[in-house]
């Protein structure tokens, strides 16, 4: 397992060892601006 993961690293280093650990930080501002979105509005904040 180990040898494949510095394979990858050697091959590719910006997309190695990828996987469903900490997702990127465009993909989180992404994620974060969703939230955003379909989070319902409250008038009464706005004032």
């Given at each position: 397992m180990l040898s494949k993961w510095k394979r990858e690293?050697?091959?590719n280093p910006m997309t190695a060892l990828s996987g469903n650990g900490n997702i990127s930080k465009p993909e989180a501002?992404?994620?974060?601006?969703e939230r955003l979105i379909k989070k319902p509005?409250?008038?009464l904040n706005q004032i």
């Open positions: 690293y050697k091959e501002k992404l994620a974060e601006l509005i409250n008038p």
